[in-house]
C-alpha cells in the first residue's frame, strides 16, 4: 500500500486549495480513505472520511466548506478546500484502511496506512 499526497501551498484565506492523494499497491474500491491533519504543536487531527461504501464524514469544523471524494478509476482520492482559514493551515496526511468501522474513523491509531504528508498554509 502506498499513499502519496499533493497539492498543498500557500494561500489566503477564503481561498481554495485542492488535495490529492494518489494511491497504488491495493484495489482503492475496497478501502476507506481519510485526511487528517497536523498543526505546528498539535496533535493530528481527522478531518474527512470516504469509506468503501461512498459515505463521507467530516469534522465539525470543515462541514461545509471541504468536500472529500475518491476516483476508484484513477486510484486517488480528493479533498476540495473551500473558503480556508487561517485554522485550516497544517500539514495534510492521508490515510487507508480496509476494515475500519464507523466509530474507529477520527482516530489516527485505527488508520493502518499513511502517506507523507503536504503542507496547507493560509495567510491572513
Known amino acids: 500500500v502506498q499513499l502519496q499526497a499533493s497539492g498543498g501551498g500557500l494561500v489566503r484565506a477564503g481561498g481554495s486549495l485542492t488535495l490529492s492523494c494518489a494511491t497504488s499497491?491495493?484495489?482503492?474500491?475496497?478501502?476507506?480513505m481519510s485526511w487528517f491533519r497536523q498543526a505546528p504543536g498539535k496533535e493530528r487531527e481527522f478531518v474527512a472520511a470516504?469509506?468503501?461504501?461512498?459515505?463521507?464524514h467530516y469534522v465539525d469544523s470543515v462541514k461545509g466548506r471541504f468536500t472529500i471524494s475518491r476516483d476508484n478509476a484513477k486510484n486517488t482520492v480528493y479533498l476540495q478546500m473551500n473558503n480556508l482559514k487561517v485554522e485550516d493551515t497544517a500539514v495534510y496526511y492521508c490515510a487507508a484502511d480496509r476494515g475500519i468501522i464507523l466509530s474507529s474513523i477520527p482516530f489516527p491509531h485505527e488508520w493502518h496506512h499513511w502517506g507523507q504528508g503536504t503542507l496547507v498554509t493560509v495567510s491572513s
Open positions: 499497491g491495493f484495489t482503492l474500491s475496497r478501502y476507506s
Open positions: 470516504i469509506r468503501w461504501t461512498g459515505t463521507t
